[in-house]
């Protein structure tokens, strides 16, 4: 379907029950056309377990998409912590990485959305 309207709303049809993956994991999703973000809030003290949740929904949604033949690319993949800038501060000490297929996940301060 390459090339014609449909392209993007089979896509989605195609990928819509990702979001069952996502949910099981307290995780919020928000998929456009074959880009998708997660979400999470939390506490700054949760930090270690937020990311481990992360890291665990990334994993499973990485294997939910092999399962269809499609892949997540590491190297466009980007990760950003938004807060406060004291509940920032709080997290500085802290791992914030994320790992997606054992490839480490840097941060950065500003994302395309």
């Known amino acids: 379907m390459r090339g014609t309207v449909l392209g993007p709303w089979i896509y989605n049809g195609y990928s819509e029950n990702v979001v069952s993956v996502t ?21 700054p003290e949760d930090i270690s377990k937020v990311r481990q949740r992360l890291c665990d929904c990334i994993a499973d949604v990485a294997q939910w998409c092999a399962s269809r033949r499609l892949q997540l690319n590491p190297d466009n993949t980007e990760a950003v912590w938004i807060g406060s800038r ?3 501060s709080k997290l500085a000490s802290q791992d914030r990485s994320l790992v997606v297929d054992a490839e480490t996940i840097s941060l950065t301060d500003v994302v395309r959305i």
């Open 86 to 88: 004291a509940s920032i």
């Open 23 to 43: 949910e099981q994991h307290s995780v919020t999703p928000h998929l456009y056309a074959d880009d998708s973000q997660l979400h999470a809030s939390f506490k």
